[in-house]
């Protein structure tokens, strides 16, 4: 009778198995079904979720086409329809444009404001703090929680190895340390299957706290060490500040040249308007000399082809000036002034050009401290000093030691189970791991070496650049300075010349031809010195650059006068998270355009005063300038050598004196 109970109960059971074995070959099929089913409609299934985020292969391989006839907003215009209408005393058709009058001032502190290069690199800032901040948590604690079901389902099973059903709960605190290690504290809860605590006759839960730690000995030991790359992100903040700081300098630089620039464009442009009126003033008086039977007829032609230069010249300085005041228009980026507006900028600057004598030496050394490219620098062999730290630590061997105490209860009620100090103990492990050669180490403390020994020497390359940037500025601003003598003095002696050889003509002596070459050395004359006043300028704003400073009234702080963008509404509440909120973030305003320019904003951009305005000489009925340009030392002769006398050659015919009946037109 008992015997076979017990077989049917075997027969019981090895049919349970064969169903359980059927059961687990039907699910590993199913799954493996599914698996080939997804990989192969994978790509239709986010097909949809990817086609946003491409562009059509129709904008990427195709080249288009540009026909200035289609494009052109009014029916072009021929030569043969336009020459009709072409005279030598008539200008080409000119639109009236409208003005705005800046200072010097005004467009610093707008450029300053709103300028898209510089709203770039404030990001920049904005980076390096926030990796400041990754560093600085590495030594967040953190909450940790495990749970892990084990489940043994084997034929033949024996419930007293306890392998039938176990669960593990584990939740506690983790602390990194500063000194490279770990330190925990966990509470551990193991409940194991009633069968095997009824077989084995042990109780079914476990409950506990395990205190652990793990320290590294040498390699990754140590505060220096693991505070080592918060250091390096501080001082590649501290980088991307001078940075910043630089590009602010440069962008001043940059509107001072340009505003300069276009000075010296409008100032072209009305001594090309000035020479055609010049010419078609001599136009007239060819005309009238010719109908009055005092010239021949050849006058009028010659005068004709010099106003038809003066035409051209007068295009060419009116595209330059477009050029270089959509220049300005880009750096200032003022809402009113965009790069496609028709209306003019008018400066109203002036230049104030004096006479400097510096200290070459002194200067020199302020250039090398204050140029952010010499602090830059010094901030990154700091960081390459941290490196080379860094690299001898990691050749040590890793030696580490781990201690963990465990005060346990156990219970066949999971609230009773936490009656600790039934079941207390420790372990303690020592590990080490030691490299054979330590090749791979040897050669990144090499290379760490190498870098900053290259970075010292880029140092002192970088200080004899910018000492020679420096002294070049120097003898670019006195050689401006000189320019602007010889300038003044040339436009005064060839208006004088223009004046004199207007004379002759009314007498008789000289050509239309003589009139207007002598009135296009005059124009030559005056361009030279409007470049020599705006170069004289621009030559100055290169020195304060070359210094490391700006031209300004007052000092000017970026951190005060710029906003650095954020990002830290994106981790608003659940955005902290990982979830997102919707929003755009950082707090950059979506118009970089920015608002109007305030009067009140410009104070701290005003120029220092320097010398009372100068103004170009016209060189028509103007004095001579008591100055002349003082000789340069190194183009005199040695104090022991003689100068030759100069030989004046005699001219060719006497210049007649003007009779009191000639009156000049």
Known sequence: MIDATRCIDRVKYFRGANARTQFSRGSIAFMIAIAVALSGCQNELF???????????????????????????????????VEKDLAADKLPKQEVNSMRKLSLAECRSAALERNLDLKVQLYAPALARSQVSQEEAKFEAAITANWEKQSNNLVGTDPTTGLLTTDNFTTGLAFPLATGGTFSTDALSNQTDAAVSAATGTQNWQSGLAFSISQPLLRGAGIETNTASIRVAKLNSQIADARTKLE?????????????????????????????????????????????????????????????????????SDN????????????????????????????????????????????????????????????????????????????????????????????????????????????????????????????????????????MATRDLRRQTIRQELFNAMDNLQNAWRRILAARLETALAGRTYEAEKRQFDLGIRTSTDVLDAASRLGDAQSREVTALAGWQITLVDLAFATGTQLGQAQINWTSELIVPSAQDATKGWGGWGINNGDIVGNQPDNTSGSALKNTDVAPFEMPELGPVVEPISGIKSPLPNVMPPADPAMMPPSGAKSAPMQVEPTSQPTPQPTPQATPQ
């Not at 904008?59 to 907003?73: D, Q």
């Open 320 to 455: 330059r000036l477009r050029l270089r005041q959509r220049d300005l228009k880009r750096l200032i980026n003022d809402p009113e002034l965009n790069m496609d507006s028709p209306t003019y900028v008018v400066t109203t600057t002036a230049p104030r050009p004096l006479g400097f004598k510096f200290d070459p030496e002194k200067l020199a050394q302020q250039a090398v401290e204050n140029r952010m490219e010499m602090l830059e620098l010094e901030l990154q062999l700091a960081i390459d000093a941290t490196n080379v730290d860094l690299a001898r630590n990691a050749a040590l061997p890793l030696f580490t030691v781990d201690y963990q105490y465990n005060v346990q209860g156990t219970s066949d009620d999971f609230s009773k189970s936490w009656s600790l100090g039934q079941d207390d103990g420790s372990t303690f492990s020592a590990n080490a791991r030691i490299p054979l050669g330590n090749e791979f180490a040897k050669n990144k403390i090499q290379q760490a070496v190498l870098n900053r020994l290259q970075r």
């Open 47 to 81: 097909q949809d979720a990817e086609t946003p985020y491409t562009a059509p292969l129709r904008r990427l391989h195709e080249v288009g086409t540009f026909n200035p006839i289609k494009e052109a907003s009014q029916t072009p215009e021929t030569l043969q329809h």
């Open 248 to 316: 602010s300098i440069r962008l001043l630089a940059n509107v001072d040249r340009s505003y300069w620039n276009v000075y010296a464009a409008a100032r072209e442009l009305d001594i090309r308007q000035q020479q055609y009126e010049l010419a078609l003033a001599q136009l007239q008086l060819a005309r009238r000399r010719v109908n009055a039977g005092d010239a021949a007829q050849i006058e009028i032609v010659r005068a004709e082809s010099g106003l038809g230069s003066r035409i051209e010249n007068i295009i060419v």
